[in-house]
């Protein structure tokens, strides 16, 4: 059972009175601390509708204990770990992320399209000062703790909720001082009945990214699921859903490009009926009111919502999502695939945790002496090792 620490009082968080608690607690802006450590862990106050749910402050996971609903694994574990304090800066007045971007947030003229943003493929500088588009939508799935599961969740995960923890995840983040969420757009589930209204607030969110009179153009960011990539009159277009009638126009020559740098993304979601292909634009309006895509990179996540990158991973992926222990999957960010890193971690296993590794056929020597690096950095942590090569997955450590 957990407990939270509010103001004076101790709360466990099933209390009929922690309620009004948090309520007050939100209208205030205090923050709540999680128990799980002598200290406490500063934590947050999210509104959903007429609940008030308690969220995990931005890089703050690894503050919690393993055994706590909030702990998240070692930042080295995963492409996150050479971002911190370079490309992600926690200000500590605020309890903000403040992000330093690889892409463009503006446009001016009408260049051509740059490539979409997927692996990098330069140099360790590039890894460490920026995010990538790709790094960000990692980014925002693992604030918005869509990368943790247990089957106890099962069927309990859909758009609607998927939409409010991204969304919430963008209110705790910055760009050049300003809201992450006052440029990102998150599709809202669609309904027929309510139509209208969710097109209002949408043309209302869309604002920021008409056309100016003069200067550049800003753009803002998309994060949502792709129904499919289809022939327009000139050039293509991209269809999201939940947003019926609305599409994203994008150039031939940079949907060529998407076809060939994410072919095994969209391999993947072509296989499997019930993935998800999602993907993270920067987009304008062109005079017409027309959405523009600038720059893409897509994603594909399991029934469940919880990424993968090839088939092996989708196997690990199916397998931990049956188990009733929780899990945490590990995300690339700014790596390329010749990088390794966790696939996945299952933080509650005793008696001590497991961290899982996926090591593809082809690996090389380098490959291998990073992997060993990197077990051998955290030694409190279990190692179980998948060596795709060598036949098929070992049984997984859990209950």
């Not at 959903?48 to 919690?64: A, E, T």
């Not at 008696?351 to 090591?359: D, G, H, N, Q």
């Not at 990197?374 to 279990?382: F, G, K, N, V």
Request: charged share 25%.
């Amino acid at each position: 059972m957990r407990r939270y620490r509010i103001g004076s009082a101790i709360f466990e968080d099933d209390a009929a009175a922690m309620r009004p608690a948090l309520r007050e607690a939100y209208e205030y802006r205090q923050r709540p601390l999680c128990l799980c450590r002598d200290t406490g862990i500063a934590m947050y106050i999210a509104r959903m509708g007429d609940q008030f749910l308690i969220k995990r402050m931005p890089l703050s996971g690894g503050d919690h204990d393993p055994a706590c609903a909030s702990y998240e694994p070692p930042y080295e574990l995963s492409g996150l770990g050479t971002l911190m304090g370079t490309a992600i800066q926690l200000d500590p007045s605020s309890g903000l992320a403040a992000l330093k971007l690889d892409f463009s947030l503006s446009r001016t003229g009408s260049r051509a399209a740059p490539v979409a943003s997927g692996e990098n493929h330069e140099t360790a500088r590039n890894d460490v000062k920026r995010l990538t588009l790709r790094g960000l939508l990692h980014y925002l799935w693992h604030e918005a703790e869509l990368t943790a599961w247990t089957s106890r969740w099962a069927g309990k995960r859909h758009w609607w909720n998927v939409h409010w923890h991204l969304v919430e995840a963008g209110k705790q983040m910055t760009v050049k001082g300003a809201p992450l969420s006052d440029i990102l757009f998150v599709p809202e589930p669609f309904r027929s009945a309510n139509k209208a209204a969710i097109e209002q607030r949408r043309a209302t969110a869309l604002a920021a990214a008409l056309p100016p009179k003069s200067g550049p153009r800003k753009l803002m960011v998309l994060v949502g699921e792709v129904k499919e990539f289809a022939p327009a009159r000139t050039g293509q277009k991209m269809v999201v859903k939940h947003m019926p009638g609305f599409v994203f126009l994008i150039d031939d020559s940079l949907h060529r490009r998407i076809q060939a740098r994410f072919e095994n993304e969209i391999a993947l979601r072509g296989v499997d009926d019930s993935s998800h292909l999602m993907a993270i634009a920067t987009f304008g309006l062109n005079t017409a009111g027309l959405a523009v895509v600038e720059e893409i990179a897509l994603m594909v996540v399991s029934e469940n919502w919880i990424p993968y990158e090839s088939v092996h991973e989708k196997k690990l992926v199916d397998a931990l999502a049956v188990s009733r222990e929780r899990s945490l999957k590990g995300l690339r960010y700014n790596f390329a695939s010749d990088r390794p890193i966790a696939a996945a971690m299952i933080p509650q296993h005793r008696p001590r945790p497991v961290v899982l590794y996926i090591v593809p056929a082809h690996a090389s020597d380098q490959y291998d002496a990073g992997l060993d690096e990197l077990i051998a950095s955290r030694p409190e942590m279990d190692a179980w090792i998948w060596r795709t090569g060598e036949g098929e997955m070992p049984p997984l450590p859990v209950r």
